[in-house]
């Protein structure tokens, strides 16, 4: 059976004070292995958490009677914003293991355990050209829309062709070039504009762990341009354009030089772990995971676009069971403090590598993100 996954480069090993990783390639399970899909809490509700189940009963309620006025504010002012922007806090999402026909299926059973309706979804997708069934290059899949229709899309585009040859792998270059407009870009614009509904699309998501072998930052950053140009021209005015990067501090100068500009950007994504033993790592809190990276985006990058947690989640102590129940039980009050980010999404997934599953570990990891999420913070109209 085969996954579909990201595929993403290696990155550099993190700093021991902690910043970063990486994905599996195709080749380490299944040689042709495409893209995106592959890739919680305490405390079970018991008559004794009365409370914990009426949160739980609201989350289902959430579409229809909206945040606690309460808490956030009226439904009217809590509508998100033209780009998708929650105004009264922030989106929950999550990367869901999957096979590319039963992401339908997939979410249903994540969210059946989480408690709640995810507000992204997160998907991989190749530049490769469509070839008999394959479909790891066709955004907007009918599983996706499926999806969609309940839920936002965050559809990660990155310019490789998984599995494919050598010759086969697109370059920046190429795409700024216009090389690669008839036969990839102007057909999936063509497929985004005809879903109507707004999405979020990330263009080559940590790319400053793609240097040298996609291109220089120069040329990721006229790709990028190209591809928004090239949807605007063709009419596409449907994309909330996402740009991900790792927010591991010792590729900064790469970041800064990959940056598009503000005019192409309309949300800022970083992906931070507590790694622990998978790279050998002291344990991080998920405050340290997050306000390093936090606070050079909004210093280097931007002080005002929407910030989102693209990825974020944490390893396992096998000495400790609870710990990793216990890590998550610190994300609602944490993420508050971090001005801007509107979105978060839980990598529920491996890396490759000994230790290095990132998913969910036991009941009690489940159980304490299913008490993080349903704080009302979490809980936004999505119309």
């Known amino acids: ?82 780009l998708l922007e929650p105004p009264c806090g922030a989106w929950f999402g999550a990367f869901v293991p999957h096979e590319r026909d039963d992401l339908p299926e997939k979410v249903r059973a994540y969210e059946k355990r989480v408690g709640r309706e995810l507000d992204i979804v997160y998907t ?29 899309l965050l559809l990660s585009w990155e310019s490789k062709w998984w599995g494919g040859t050598r010759t086969q792998q697109p370059t920046w270059k190429q795409i700024a070039s216009g090389e690669l407009d008839e036969t990839v870009i102007d057909v999936q614009a063509k497929r985004v504009k005809d879903y109507g509904k707004k999405v979020f699309l990330s263009f ?8 040298p072998d996609n291109g220089t930052p120069a040329e990721y950053v006229k790709a990028y341009r190209h591809i928004h140009d090239r949807f605007r021209e063709l ?25 598009p500009g503000d005019d192409y950007v309309d949300w800022i994504g970083y992906n931070q772990y507590n790694y622990y033993r998978c790279h050998k790592t002291g344990w991080l809190s998920f405050a340290q995971t997050q306000h390093a990276a936090h606070e050079w985006i909004r210093k280097n990058i931007s002080d005002d676009k929407p910030l989102m947690l693209s990825e974020f989640g944490t390893a396992a102590d096998s000495g400790r069971p609870q710990r990793q129940a216990e890590w998550y039980a610190q994300v609602p009050g944490v993420l508050k403090g971090l001005e801007g980010v509107k979105a978060a999404l839980q990598w529920n997934y491996r890396d490759p590598g000994p230790h290095c599953n990132l998913a969910l570990a036991n009941d009690a990891a489940w159980d304490s993100l299913r008490e993080a999420v349903a704080d009302p913070y979490f809980n936004q109209p999505l119309t």
């Open 124 to 152: 991989y997708h190749d530049m490769s050209l469509p070839e008999g069934t394959r479909r790891e290059g066709q955004l907007l899949t009918p599983e996706e829309q499926r999806v969609g229709e309940d839920r936002l």
């Open 1 to 82: 059976m085969r996954f579909n996954r990201p595929h993403r480069p290696f990155r550099r090993k993190p700093a021991t004070t902690g910043q970063h990783r990486r994905r599996p390639q195709p080749h380490e399970e299944q040689p042709s292995a495409g893209p995106f899909t592959s890739s919680r809490r305490r405390l079970l509700i018991t008559s004794a958490t009365i409370v914990s189940a009426v949160l739980v009963g609201a989350l289902a309620l959430r579409n229809a009677s909206g945040p606690d006025p309460g808490a956030t504010g009226s439904k009217a002012d809590c509508r998100p914003t033209a």
């Open 235 to 259: 009419g596409v005015d449907n994309v909330v354009w996402t740009w991900i990067t790792t927010g591991y501090l010792d590729h900064a100068d790469e970041m800064k030089r990959m940056y």
């Open 204 to 211: 080559d998501l940590e790319m400053d762990t793609r240097t």
